[in-house]
């Protein structure tokens, strides 16, 4: 199923690259993740740091508007604190986290956003623009810690196969020559799926991300 997945994102992706009015460039996003929880049974204890990097793809339908996509691999992870003893899978086996304790999750996905950018005309060598949309995210792995009955375990039964989020956020591009241009930017994105599966409520993934780019 992910193998699927992976190989439809890049069709459609190399499908718009190979349009008129597309840019293409490369991006390394450091991000701070975190978990957004609705339930008594547990509750968000913290971020942890990740990064993502990969492919954008934009492609213009005006001066000044964009569609953009790509496809990106990533690290991202969250703290949980539970307030109740709960059977945990793992991989391996069955194990127990105990009331107070901490798990840190660690979650590989791949990333597909699809947004809307909109651009300033150039002010010297800079532009500024805005972006919003929604990021579609494939859990390739994931692993979680409360050492010593939980020892960085494969965590794969706990974790659902997709994540959903939305994002909005801006930044800058400078011109370096042509049509080649330096990006930065921050993004937040905020998910709305339920990302552990076999926990009770509703737990998603939210971050917030600094984006770096080259686009060529």
């Not at 913290?46 to 001066?63: A, D």
């Not at 969250?78 to 391996?92: A, L, Q, R, V, W």
Request: aromatic share 12%.
């Amino acid at each position: 199923m992910k193998k699927i997945l992976f190989t439809a994102s890049f069709i459609a992706i190399s499908f718009v690259a190979g349009s008129q009015g597309v840019q293409l460039g490369v991006c390394l996003n450091p991000h701070f993740a975190w978990f957004s929880e609705n339930t008594s049974v547990m509750k968000s204890n913290g971020t942890r740091i990740g990064v993502e990097g990969g492919l954008v793809v934009e492609n213009y339908f005006t001066k000044n508007y964009a569609f953009v996509t790509g496809i990106r691999l990533g690290t991202f992870g969250g703290k949980m604190e539970y307030n109740d003893s709960i059977p945990f899978e793992t991989n391996d086996a069955k194990k127990y986290v105990l009331e107070g304790e901490e798990v840190k999750y660690k979650m590989q996905y791949i990333s597909v956003p699809i947004a809307l950018k909109l651009k300033t005309n150039q002010i010297g060598y800079m532009s500024y623009f805005a972006q919003l949309g929604f990021t579609g995210q494939v859990n390739i792995g994931a692993k979680a810690d409360n050492p010593p009955r939980i020892d960085n375990d494969g965590a794969g039964p706990e974790i659902g196969l997709f994540s959903v989020s939305y994002h909005f956020g801006g930044g800058v591009e400078y011109e370096i020559g042509g049509s080649t241009a330096i990006v930065a930017g921050i993004v937040y994105n905020n998910g709305f799926l339920d990302i552990l599966t076999e926990q009770d409520g509703r737990e998603s993934l939210s971050y917030l991300s600094i984006n770096l780019g080259v686009i060529f």
